[in-house]
């Protein structure tokens, strides 16, 4: 029996997003890579990116944005279940999810002291990493905890400091990656309200785990001579083929699964990734040009944070609106893809 059939929904009451201080154009970039600003603005859409010092972490960051969050949720106000009369809805949270692929540490998760670190010590907390599709993952995780009674209000964090991963030579991934962290706190509510997430699709293909690894540095491999083990290592052309391919999959499987069509969705929040993919998939899903929200150009791929980040800009710039209905997807290394639904709520960003 699904979610929908319960009747029992995730609502988004909260969405916040930060990203660090230091910007890194491609103009600097080609100063030290063999690449080029009009390269990398044509092939992917971006033009810089945000990236952590090495004294701002993932940790950091996600306590920035689901402080954001926490304080959206209170300033939109008491629409529901757990919120208190003074608006204090940091008080109620009871689970803190938090998807990443570059914790602050290999153990323990990092969910945790995100949790302390934001006041909510005592709530549920652990980690969820399906790297660039972790946001939805996460927000499918965080969607069955409400519906199985685990939780009436969750903190939702995607946060990834993408760039550490890098090899600071290669221009492959450099170029395309950014840091920083999105948050949506969720409350106990019903499938029919505005702001009810759902349904969901979600995939995996462990068989083409090498296209994006980090291939040192765990159990398979814990150390290694070369150097460039540590590092991401992505091969690009075939990423995006299956990118495109399995989020416009993905997307029509959710939609059917609503009863939407692709003439039904108002907005399109794609993962980050590349504008050419973002466009490829619309462009094969039959959605209007007008209706990709994209902040790209300024973030790069933020990995597990770029959803919440590209609906934060979106809500901010008046793109995003109550009562739009929103279609996510989302690719990453894995391989994981997913997508999910919903209606867009009354919301209120805060600072
Ligand atoms: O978050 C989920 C995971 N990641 C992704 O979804 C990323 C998916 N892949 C991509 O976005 C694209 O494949 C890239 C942006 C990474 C690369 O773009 P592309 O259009 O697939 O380029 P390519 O790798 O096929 O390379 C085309 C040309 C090659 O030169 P030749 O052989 O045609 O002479 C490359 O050597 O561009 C060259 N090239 C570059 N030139 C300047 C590759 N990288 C660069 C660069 N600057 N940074």
């Given at each position: 029996?699904?979610?929908?059939?319960?009747?029992?929904?995730?609502?988004?009451?909260?969405?916040?997003?930060?990203?660090?201080?230091?910007?890194?154009?491609?103009?600097?970039?080609?100063?030290?890579?063999?690449?080029?600003?009009?390269?990398?603005?044509?092939?992917?859409?971006?033009?810089?990116?945000?990236?952590?010092?090495?004294?701002?972490?993932?940790?950091?960051?996600?306590?920035?944005?689901?402080?954001?969050?926490?304080?959206?949720?209170?300033?939109?106000?008491?629409?529901?279940?757990?919120?208190?009369?003074?608006?204090?809805?940091?008080?109620?949270?009871?689970?803190?999810?938090?998807?990443?692929?570059?914790?602050?540490?290999?153990?323990?998760?990092?969910?945790?002291?995100?949790?302390?670190?934001?006041?909510?010590?005592?709530?549920?907390?652990?980690?969820?990493?399906?790297?660039?599709?972790?946001?939805?993952?996460?927000?499918?995780?965080?969607?069955?905890?409400?519906?199985?009674?685990?939780?009436?209000?969750?903190?939702?964090?995607?946060?990834?400091?993408?760039?550490?991963?890098?090899?600071?030579?290669?221009?492959?991934?450099?170029?395309?990656?950014?840091?920083?962290?999105?948050?949506?706190?969720?409350?106990?509510?019903?499938?029919?309200?505005?702001?009810?997430?759902?349904?969901?699709?979600?995939?995996?293909?462990?068989?083409?785990?090498?296209?994006?690894?980090?291939?040192?540095?765990?159990?398979?491999?814990?150390?290694?001579?070369?150097?460039?083990?540590?590092?991401?290592?992505?091969?690009?052309?075939?990423?995006?083929?299956?990118?495109?391919?399995?989020?416009?999959?993905?997307?029509?499987?959710?939609?059917?699964?609503?009863?939407?069509?692709?003439?039904?969705?108002?907005?399109?929040v794609?993962?980050q990734?590349?504008?050419?993919?973002?466009?490829?998939?619309?462009?094969?899903?039959?959605?209007?040009?007008?209706?990709?929200v994209t902040n790209i150009?300024?973030t790069?791929?933020?990995?597990?944070?770029s959803i919440p980040l590209a609906m934060a800009d979106a809500?901010?710039?008046?793109?995003?609106?109550?009562?739009?209905?929103?279609?996510?997807?989302?690719?990453?290394?894995?391989?994981?893809?997913?997508?999910?639904?919903?209606?867009?709520?009354?919301?209120?960003?805060?600072?």
């Amino acid at each position: 029996m699904s979610t929908q059939d319960l009747g029992v929904a995730a609502v988004l009451v909260g969405l916040g997003g930060w990203l660090p201080p230091r910007t890194v154009d491609n103009h600097e970039l080609s100063r030290r890579l063999d690449t080029s600003d009009e390269w990398i603005r044509t092939r992917t859409g971006i033009a810089s990116r945000h990236v952590v010092d090495p004294d701002l972490s993932t940790v950091d960051m996600a306590v920035e944005a689901g402080a954001r969050a926490l304080r959206s949720a209170a300033a939109t106000g008491g629409s529901g279940p757990g919120d208190g009369a003074d608006g204090a809805a940091g008080e109620a949270v009871d689970a803190v999810v938090l998807a990443t692929a570059t914790p602050d540490h290999p153990c323990p998760a990092s969910a945790p002291q995100v949790a302390s670190r934001l006041g909510l010590g005592g709530a549920a907390a652990f980690d969820v990493n399906a790297v660039c599709s972790g946001f939805v993952y996460a927000l499918a995780t965080a969607t069955g905890l409400i519906a199985a009674g685990a939780a009436r209000r969750v903190l939702l964090v995607g946060a990834d400091a993408f760039t550490t991963l890098l090899d600071p030579a290669d221009r492959g991934t450099v170029p395309i990656f950014g840091d920083g962290a999105g948050a949506m706190v969720l409350r106990a509510g019903t499938a029919g309200e505005p702001g009810a997430v759902g349904p969901f699709d979600l995939h995996s293909d462990g068989e083409l785990a090498d296209l994006l690894i980090v291939p040192a540095g765990g159990t398979r491999c814990p150390t290694s001579d070369d150097p460039r083990d540590r590092y991401f290592s992505m091969q690009g052309p075939a990423v995006f083929r299956h990118a495109t391919a399995r989020m416009a999959e993905s997307s029509r499987a959710v939609l059917d699964r609503a009863g939407w069509t692709p003439g039904d969705v108002d907005r399109f929040v794609g993962h980050q990734a590349n504008l050419r993919i973002l466009q490829t998939t619309a462009k094969s899903l039959g959605l209007p040009a007008d209706c990709l929200v994209t902040n790209i150009e300024h973030t790069g791929n933020t990995s597990a944070a770029s959803i919440p980040l590209a609906m934060a800009d979106a809500v901010a710039d008046g793109t995003l609106c109550a009562g739009d209905r929103v279609l996510m997807t989302a690719f990453g290394a894995g391989l994981t893809w997913g997508s999910a639904l919903l209606r867009w709520p009354r919301l209120t960003l805060a600072e």
